[in-house]
């Protein structure tokens, strides 16, 4: 596998703005740098010919000899920033020579160092994103794979941060310019590009990926993206989010290890809303992040080692993780809590440091 990746990233040209990892810094787009940069040049031209125009009786024609006229002043000006200089309009008093030497050179050089610079430039960033990206791949083990950065993939996002995510541990995939773009403001290094292509999922390391989080809008897109990446990552841990029942068992075959049907579970919570309105409002609570309720698992710890799931009083279990089987809370099998075990709990909501950063920003 290891061959195969090396072999493909070779395949790859380093300058392609598709396999490249976008990394949350300001960018650049370089058709509007290269624009501005001639405009720049434009206004030191034009600069250069006013200057000469006022002081055109300093001036001699030799080819002429009839005076320097705008146009004159203007071509005189066009050879000397780009360093033609064919010396057929010289100035000739020593006041114009001294605004050449002290002036115009100057303004030859910003001309130059503009366009020059515009290149060199461009080749440094895109060498300087290769560098990037090699290094971030380098780093990247254990990560998370958030593959459709839409509604659902936002939320997925805000949920793994508030439950204690590095940010740099995911890692957003999705065709879409603007959702790559919202993702990288959020501090998330983000891919563009169709998440079924194997070499793009190369790139995103989704071979070292610890979970893939897949929030697509067509069932068959997820289908084909969880076998691409069950093929790549036959151990990472892969939740998917289906629209349709009947696509959910296609879903599961794929190698999805959790599937969410968003469609259903939108219409089940509405249900609630109208037949039950406090369920409903619990069950949104319980969703929601950092607010109110909120559920998480978590290792039981030493002090709850011998003790019933009742006993523990700051939280409500509602499950237990025993040898990798799930046992609900009303489950006589439970007995004692094991050390090793996994409890599912209901508590009140801790606010996050990520969140309490983004309120402290929000007042400065």
């Not at 960018?27 to 740098?33: A, I, L, R, V």
């Not at 060498?127 to 993939?153: C, E, F, P, Q």
């Not at 941060?161 to 890692?171: C, E, S, T």
């Not at 006589?332 to 909501?349: H, M, N």
Request: one cysteine or more; proline letters at 4%; a neutral charge.
């Amino acid at each position: 596998m290891a061959a195969e990746s090396t072999e493909s990233s070779s395949r790859l040209n380093i300058f392609d703005q598709t396999a490249l990892v976008k990394l949350p810094f300001k960018t650049t787009k370089p058709f509007h740098e290269l624009v501005k940069r001639l405009v720049w040049s434009a206004i030191l031209l034009l600069a250069s010919t006013v200057i000469v125009w006022i002081d055109r009786d300093s001036y001699v024609d030799s080819t002429a000899g009839d005076g320097v006229s705008l146009i004159d002043a203007f071509y005189y000006s066009t050879v000397t920033v780009t360093t033609t200089g064919y010396g057929d309009i010289t100035p000739v008093a020593p006041h114009a020579r001294l605004i050449n030497a002290f002036i115009i050179t100057p303004l030859r050089i910003t001309f130059l160092v503009l366009l020059v610079g515009t290149t060199l430039e461009m080749l440094a960033n895109e060498g300087r994103r290769g560098m990037l990206d090699s290094a971030w791949r380098k780093r990247m083990r254990n990560h998370t794979v958030v593959i459709g950065y839409g509604t659902k993939g936002r939320s997925a996002v805000n949920t793994l941060r508030n439950h204690d995510v590095p940010v740099d541990k995911i890692v957003v995939i999705d065709n879409r310019p603007s959702a790559v773009a919202e993702a990288n403001r959020s501090g998330l290094a983000a891919f563009e590009g169709d998440a079924t292509r194997r070499d793009l999922l190369r790139r995103a390391e989704i071979s070292k990926a610890r979970e893939v989080v897949i929030t697509l809008n067509r069932d068959d897109s997820a289908i084909l993206t969880t076998l691409t990446v069950r093929q790549l990552n036959p151990r990472c841990h892969i939740v998917v989010s289906g629209r349709e029942d009947e696509n959910l068992p296609l879903l599961r075959e794929s190698g999805a290890d959790a599937v969410v049907t968003s469609a259903d579970a939108v219409g089940r919570l509405l249900g609630l809303s109208s037949v039950n309105p406090h369920v409903g409002t619990v069950v949104d609570d319980l969703l929601s992040s950092s607010k109110g309720m909120e559920v998480v698992q978590r290792m039981v710890s030493k002090t709850e080692v011998g003790a019933h799931p009742a006993d523990i009083q700051s939280e409500r279990v509602l499950a237990v993780i025993r040898n990798d089987v799930q046992r609900n809370f009303y489950d006589p099998s439970i007995g004692r809590l094991q050390a090793g075990d996994v409890i599912v709990v209901v508590r009140k909501a801790v606010p996050r440091a990520t969140e309490t950063q983004t309120e402290s920003d929000l007042v400065r």
